[in-house]
């Protein structure tokens, strides 16, 4: 890690242990529990990192790791005090912030966004001009439905020189795979991997941070009941989180292995891998390049939320403190 990202992560580490009794961590005590945005895979593996390690006991943080249903569902959950802390795509949290979830960001993460069109590499496509009469595969309704067209816009292109499949999540793997679909609209670090495996064959992206359209994906959250009520806890969950994914950046393979038993659905480690892999080439803009994970600015904040309300995710731009707990979580 640079300098400024671990001087950036001893501030956030010493902001924890002056709130401990004697210097020391403060005792675990209950679980807390952090829900994920989906059934584990290689994403995740900072947590399960952290725990083998003891990371987040280290900061007084005896942590419960739970499978998710979706980032909406999530932050849902969040909201109403059923889980202390999430992870969730920073779409699902704002639309909700904006419908009245009370919830805030605690740190965005994956701060370059994995969206992606997906194809198996035989097709050839290079650049988004290719997908013209193509048909590709997208879950109606998600944020990733409406950020595509606006990654065709980015391009010259609109959603009526394609064709359009809607499908739900697991159908879309299926379709790509039976050559139903000629591509899909998902996570990089999600479903390519998953599709190679399946498939014994090399897949291929057009992301859209690539071609023009970047904005935060996945991080941490909270419920603004908890922000109110145990500020402390909040900080040394930020203060953990950011530890335990430095560590798993600058050890991935054993990262990955901490994954092991995690989940049924869990992939196979060479898939975890593989998502881990492309996760850890997400963490940053060129904003914070030199910063902690998780750690966030302003100015992203602000070109996120203009990419959601030019896409129609949001109705109107608002400031970014009114999502981002930047008093809690590290801003750079």
Not at 10 to 16: C, F, N, R
């Amino acid at each position: 890690m640079r300098t400024t990202g671990r001087l950036l992560l001893t501030a956030l580490l010493l902001v924890t242990a002056t709130a401990c009794t004697g210097g020391g961590a403060p005792d675990p005590g209950k679980q807390i529990t952090l829900t994920l945005n989906w059934y584990p895979y290689g994403e995740h593996a900072p947590f399960y990192h952290g725990l083998k390690q003891g990371i987040f006991r280290k900061h007084g943080i005896n942590l419960k790791i739970q499978a998710g249903q979706g980032s909406g569902k999530t932050v849902q959950a969040v909201g109403g005090g059923q889980t202390e802390f999430g992870w969730a795509d920073t779409a699902s949290l704002l639309t909700a912030v904006d419908s009245g979830v009370p919830v805030k960001s605690l740190g965005v993460y994956l701060q370059t966004t994995p969206a992606s069109v997906q194809f198996f590499g035989d097709k050839g496509f290079s650049k988004p001009s290719d997908l013209k009469g193509r048909t590709v595969a997208l879950t109606a309704g998600d944020a990733l439905s409406k950020t595509f067209g606006a990654f065709l816009k980015q391009n010259g292109m609109t959603e009526t020189d394609v064709r359009i499949q809607n499908i739900d999540p697991a159908g879309k793997i299926a379709a790509v795979i039976a050559d139903r679909a000629d591509s899909l609209v998902g996570n990089a670090n999600d479903q390519g991997p998953t599709i190679q495996d399946k498939a014994k064959k090399p897949v291929s992206y057009l992301r859209f941070a690539d071609f023009g359209l970047n904005y935060y994906s996945d991080g941490l959250l909270t419920s603004t009941a908890l922000l109110d009520k145990d500020p402390d806890l909040a900080k040394r969950m930020v203060a953990a989180t950011t530890e335990a994914w430095a560590e798993a950046e600058k050890n991935p393979a054993a990262a990955v292995e901490s994954m092991q038993g995690a989940a049924e659905q869990l992939p196979p480690p060479a898939v975890v891998l593989d998502q881990f892999t492309t996760t850890r080439a997400l963490l940053r803009t060129k904003s914070t390049r030199d910063l902690a994970p998780g750690v966030n600015t302003e100015a992203d904040w602000k070109a996120t939320i203009e990419v959601f309300v030019r896409t129609g995710v949001l109705a109107a731009a608002k400031d970014p403190s009114t999502y981002w707990a930047h008093t809690v979580a590290g801003k750079g």
